[in-house]
């Protein structure tokens, strides 16, 4: 979850080395302890650049200490410069002038994972799980995720070549695409369905998420609903104040949001609704799963504590931590962790300890229970713990690998130019009999991590080569693995129908589409809300506790 600072409002000063001085001394030490150090930093920086055998780039010089520094704290804090802080930047603004593509670091290659909607990309045939390996001219093989991105984003009606390898072919493809503005939608879905149950899928929390959540809202009161659902699945959080609008929209005056806790008054405030919300009495589900991070804890946090709803799904990520950006003048930001979060009960929601190297006695978070306001038992230490447990549809290896590999995304592009879908599309006997042709003539074999496991350590040892009683063991374990791999490949016959048919709509109609065609008739967690929304008895009991 992320704060801004201008460092100019603060009226700071700054120097060649301030970034190492204010590193150091912000909140740990007071000036006259952390003085001495911080002019021990200065003497060495001055020696290495007057006396290193060969000439010293003093910019880099400087980015090294600090983001050696970074490294003892925590995995958040970061000193950001170049790609890495434009990164940021137009990641928490919500919009960017690019080509649409979100990507994974797969070993040292990324691979692509979606793209957006009628974005150059999309339109470009980019796929998922193709590879990229230029952008225009430059190598990217062992860059990072934010450094490629910057380099795919530019000025609005530009070019940018790519040139991907497309795992399924073993080609490789040279893509022109014309740079657009990318606008990241963070309600990308919401509507009412034929039991008058609202929906709204909150995606991140960018600048303006408030605001449209709040016209959302307002458009489904309009019509009559008997329930709203608000699906944080997959949010990874963002910036805190929206967060707390958004929340402050159910809650009453004065009840409490979110309080931040730090060394000083510079990390620590107290966040409260300001007025009575827009929907504060109907019936209200809040759905979440372990990719729900951060500022979404938040606002899940205050519903529950509050109990104002209930919260479904799995335990949710515990990212309970705040980080200040501190801009400077150069170009360049302090993303600094200066706070701990926590939730109207007091929970805080912090999962793991990020005690680095310099910090002093650190407190391990322990698992203590808390009470929401009807004395609900709830729980501190693991990311917010739902009312209403329901197990997230997971993947096996198989299809994964078939997603991983392109494999999905290539079949579905070739059938989609044969033969174009609609809303009524199904997965029948005879599209899954032309998949498994389509696995036959790529050669795809699937080998399960066991299998795989098993032939790297046969490899890396040579045994192969080995001949009589150890060649024939290995022989019969690999038989033994070979036949279990293939029961898994035939015993996912349904998830792989449920899977294709995801994919067809998504890919071909739109994520709109896959929301209202398959989450909200398919998910389980969304099924569960539903059910529980149209139960009032048994809503207002898992409230009151009873």
Not at 73 to 94: I, N, W
Not at 340 to 361: E, F, H, M, N
Request: overall charge negative; charged content about 25%; hydrophobic content about 35%.
């Amino acid at each position: 979850m992320l704060k801004k600072i201008d460092l100019k409002k603060l009226g700071m000063f700054s120097g060649p080395f301030f970034l190492l001085c204010l590193a150091i001394g912000f909140g740990w030490a007071s000036a006259d302890e952390t003085y001495p150090f911080v002019r021990l930093f200065d003497i060495i920086a001055l020696t290495v650049s007057e006396k290193y055998v060969e000439p010293v780039d003093s910019e880099k010089m400087v980015k090294a200490g600090v983001d050696g520094l970074m490294e003892k704290l925590d995995p958040y804090s970061q000193y950001l410069v170049g790609p890495d802080y434009e990164y940021l930047m137009q990641e928490t603004q919500g919009e960017y002038c690019g080509i649409g593509i979100s990507l994974e670091k797969r070993n040292d290659t990324l691979c692509v994972i979606s793209t957006y909607e009628n974005s150059p990309a999309q339109n470009g045939d980019i796929r998922i799980g193709d590879r990229l390996l230029y952008i225009d001219s430059i190598n990217i093989i062992g860059k990072t995720k934010s450094e490629c991105l910057n380099l795919l984003r530019g000025t609005e009606n530009s070019t940018v070549q790519v040139t991907v390898r497309r795992p399924v072919s073993g080609g490789e493809f040279k893509i022109e695409l014309r740079r657009t503005e990318i606008m990241v939608d963070p309600v990308p879905y919401y509507g009412v369905d034929d039991n008058g149950i609202g929906y709204i899928r909150i995606a991140r929390f960018t600048e303006g998420s408030a605001q449209q959540v709040e016209l959302v809202l307002r458009e489904l009161m309009q019509k009559k609903n008997s329930g709203l659902i608000i699906d944080l699945r997959g949010n990874p959080g963002g910036l805190l104040f929206e967060s707390v609008e958004v929340a402050a929209l159910f809650l009453k005056k004065d009840d409490k949001i979110v309080e931040t806790r730090g060394r000083a008054a510079f990390g620590s405030h107290s966040y409260k609704a300001n007025a009575d919300g827009i929907y504060t009495t109907g019936p209200l589900s809040v759905v979440i799963d372990d990719q729900t991070a951060s500022a979404a804890e938040i606002l899940a946090g205050a519903i529950q504590d509050h109990d104002r709803g209930l919260v479904i799904g799995s335990a949710s990520y515990g990212k309970g931590l705040v980080q200040q950006v501190i801009q400077f003048s150069t170009g360049s930001a302090l993303k600094l962790t200066t706070a701990k979060y926590y939730t109207p009960s007091d929970r805080c929601i912090q999962k793991d300890s990020i005690a680095g190297d310099l910090v002093i006695s650190p407190n391990s978070p322990e698992q203590i229970v808390f009470m929401t306001d009807s004395h609900r038992p709830v729980f501190s230490g693991g990311g917010i713990i739902p009312d209403i447990y329901v197990d997230r549809l997971k993947t096996p290896p198989i299809l994964k690998q078939l997603m991983d590999q392109g494999y999905i995304s290539d079949f579905i592009a070739k059938y989609n130019s044969r033969t174009p879908i609609a809303d009524n599309f199904v997965i029948d006997d005879g599209i899954l009999e032309d998949f498994y042709g389509y696995l036959k003539n790529q050669g795809f074999s699937f080998k399960s991590p066991q299998q795989t496991a098993f032939k790297k350590f046969v490899d890396d040892n040579d045994l192969s080569a080995n001949a009589g009683r150890l060649k024939d063991h290995l022989e019969i374990i690999s038989q033994i693995l070979a036949e279990r791999s293939n029961e898994e490949a035939n015993s996912v016959k349904t998830q792989l129908r449920d899977l294709l048919f995801e994919n067809f709509i998504s890919q071909c109609l739109g994520q709109k589409k896959a929301i209202e065609l398959v989450w909200l008739k398919n998910h389980p967690e969304l099924i569960k809300a539903k059910e529980i929304i149209k139960n009032p008895q048994a809503y207002a009991n898992i409230l009151a506790n009873y």
